[in-house]
């Protein structure tokens, strides 16, 4: 777990962030500098579109260690998080069973990524899968709640979606039914930070709301295992 010596020490280093990728074999491994490197490249939208990520049990196999060794497993994670902070954050998503690297972005930067329009689909779902814990959407509930009053509303919804799909946030889902169906992914669950979803929840609600509150409000729990999120 994480220390306040560690803590302390990062956020000094995070005035000269650049020394802190230099400082990287400090306090990694060989064979975890090379499992960091296998999931920065899996996670590449470019490289494994539609796949992003390695299994627990693939970076496992990288480590030559146990895939039942949660010590060693969460140390890794914990390590690179510390170090990299102001530029990574290693995610595993137990649901999804993904290990995945996300590049921090600014607020202007992720503005340039995604309109206000694939933004609002996004947290839409995020809220359907993530809170109600629906296991997928429908193109006919985002057609109702967003564009039924648009002109060329299903194209634009589409259009929106599929910048939205290739990032990694979602996937297709395919059933039995004939009906246009979404499924986010681990990026897609993890592209919101905390303080997004508490200004987002104050906001529809007219008041303040902690952390804690806003936390238990979107599951935020139940999708990440541990660590703080200074977002």
């Given at each position: 777990m994480e220390t306040e010596s560690i803590k302390s020490a990062n956020e000094k280093s995070n005035h000269q962030p650049l020394a802190n990728m230099n400082a990287l074999q400090s306090y990694l491994t060989e064979k975890e500098e090379m499992a960091f490197m296998h999931l920065l490249y899996s996670s590449s939208a470019t490289i494994r579109a539609g796949n992003f990520g390695l299994s627990r049990k693939d970076v496992a196999k990288i480590l030559e260690m146990s895939p039942d060794d949660d010590d060693g497993f969460y140390s890794f994670i914990n390590r690179v998080n510390q170090g990299l902070s102001r530029y990574y954050k290693v995610i595993y998503d137990k649901k999804r069973d993904q290990v995945i690297v996300?590049?921090?972005?600014?607020?202007?930067m992720a503005k340039s990524t995604l309109s206000p329009e694939a933004m609002a689909i996004l947290l839409l779902m995020f809220y359907q899968?993530?809170?109600?814990?629906?296991e997928f959407t429908l193109l006919s509930q985002l057609f109702e709640a967003f564009g039924h009053e648009q002109l060329k509303a299903s194209?634009?919804?589409k259009v929106n979606i599929d910048t939205l799909r290739k990032i990694g946030a979602v996937v297709d889902y395919h059933s039995d039914s004939d009906e246009e169906a979404y499924q986010l992914t681990a990026i897609g669950v993890n592209m919101f930070s905390?303080?997004?979803?508490?200004?987002?929840v104050e906001f529809s609600q007219s008041q303040q709301f902690n952390k804690d509150e806003v936390l238990k409000f979107f599951k935020r729990?139940?999708?990440?295992?541990?660590?703080?999120?200074?977002?």
């Open positions: 996300m590049l921090r972005a600014t607020a202007r899968q993530e809170v109600l814990q629906h194209q634009k919804l905390d303080s997004f979803l508490r200004r987002a729990y139940n999708v990440q295992y541990s660590g703080d999120d200074s977002e």
